[in-house]
């Protein structure tokens, strides 16, 4: 199975800022599109943002002008720039990479933002 592992959660004032990445391990021909999705305590996981081989990008309304996913030259990573973070940002955010007609998850990684 693809294993995909996350970095760069942790605790923040709001306001602040953090990257997240993830490297998956397979081959790059494969990944037809990574991102990142998010759930909170006792609510349903969401998606955050998304960025396909061709670089589309899609973003939840709640991050926009605030995070950026973007790709690494390997193309099996990916990173997440999250500015001006919000407590309703505080999350375990899951890595995911896209391959032909299967989703692979990281285990995640916490980031919580104080208000």
């Known amino acids: 199975q693809v294993q995909l592992v996350e970095s760069g959660g942790g605790l923040v004032e709001a306001g602040g800022s953090l990257r997240l990445s993830c490297a998956a391990s397979?081959?790059?021909?494969?990944?037809?599109?990574m991102g990142w999705y998010r759930q909170a305590p006792g609510k349903q996981r969401e998606l955050v943002a998304t960025i396909t081989s061709g670089g589309s990008t899609n973003y939840a309304d709640s991050v926009k002008g605030r995070f950026t996913i973007s790709r690494g030259n390997a193309k099996n990573t990916v990173y997440l720039q999250m500015n001006s973070l919000k407590p309703e940002d505080t999350a375990v955010y899951y890595c995911y990479a896209l391959l032909v007609g299967t989703d692979y998850w990281g285990q995640g990684t916490q980031v919580t933002v104080s208000s």
């Open positions: 397979a081959r790059t021909f494969s990944i037809n599109a």
